[in-house]
């Protein structure tokens, strides 16, 4: 507004600031429910770094209703350096990246404590991504329910349906997500990274070291996941995760073994 913007000489804030933030914040309110927003008027923003400025957005919006989604930390890094966009690394590299998305999700982590404890009110609900996995329709109907909207059958019909291999029906992603956990329970050396960077934050949200520093591993949703103490069963593991996570590979393999079993018939 014509005032020197130099960031080494910051203003106080004054009333043209706040105006201009109401302003502002109108502004993106009205250009997305004309855009984007459905018959209610509601329109969503799902930029994960939105999850850093929950003040900030519940000051410009007080009306907000915001979800937060959190996941174990050692999935996260474990998920996070085995994406397809990562290049192959080295033991190494592998465990420097873990340290340092682990440190990312640690920002993450701190606010969810702070939604856990209740400082940001009735605006914010936390949920947890093993349970959004294991009950997806218990958990639709609560989302629903804290934004202020009618459950409608046909989410759950579209929950139950099994398009690809990231909407399998919720018995299969508990198996799937049991997988993984065995997975990551065997690099203990992987753990104790992400332990040392967020043990804290794991116990004050409830999250198991996947170790387990023991035989067994708890689930978040209950049951035991045994480690996998013989080789042959770890290789079946890890081929059973890569197929779930690579469809278009587990049918060329169908077909190539449908090949060869009619080739030997």
């Known amino acids: ?43 969503i923003s799902a930029h994960p770094a939105d999850g850093l400025y929950l003040n900030q957005i ?91 909207e009618n459950f409608d059958e046909n989410v759950a019909t579209s929950l139950r349906k099994v398009l690809n291999s990231s909407f399998l029906k919720d018995n299969a992603k508990s198996q799937l997500i049991s997988q993984v956990r065995k997975q990551i329970s065997r690099d203990i050396e992987f753990c104790k990274v992400i332990v040392s960077e967020v043990g804290n934050l794991m116990e004050l949200l409830d999250y198991r070291d996947l170790s387990g520093e023991s035989k067994s591993v708890k689930n978040d949703w209950g049951g035991n996941a045994r480690k996998a103490t013989s080789p042959l069963a770890n290789i079946l593991d890890d081929l059973y995760v890569y197929f779930e996570r690579h469809p278009v590979q587990a049918l060329w393999l169908h077909r190539l073994l449908r090949l060869i079993r009619n080739n030997l018939a």
Request: charged fraction near 30%; charge should be neutral; hydrophobic fraction near 40%.
């Open 1 to 43: 507004m014509g005032r020197e913007t130099n960031r080494s000489r910051p203003h106080a804030e004054t009333l043209i600031d706040e105006e201009f933030k109401i302003g502002f914040a109108r502004l993106v309110d009205q250009f997305c429910i004309e855009k984007y927003a459905g018959p209610t008027g509601r329109w």
């Open 58 to 148: 519940l000051e410009l919006y007080p009306e907000a209703r915001v979800l937060y989604l959190t996941r174990h930390p050692q999935e996260v890094a474990w998920s996070s350096a085995y994406s397809p966009w990562v290049p192959k690394m080295t033991r190494e590299e592998f465990l420097k990246y873990a340290a340092s998305s682990t440190r990312w999700w640690r920002r993450f982590g701190e606010i969810c404590v702070a939604i856990q404890d209740g400082k940001f009110g009735d605006h914010v609900m936390l949920v947890r991504h093993e349970r959004m996995i294991s009950r997806a329709e218990e958990v639709a109907r609560d989302v629903l329910e804290h934004v202020g």
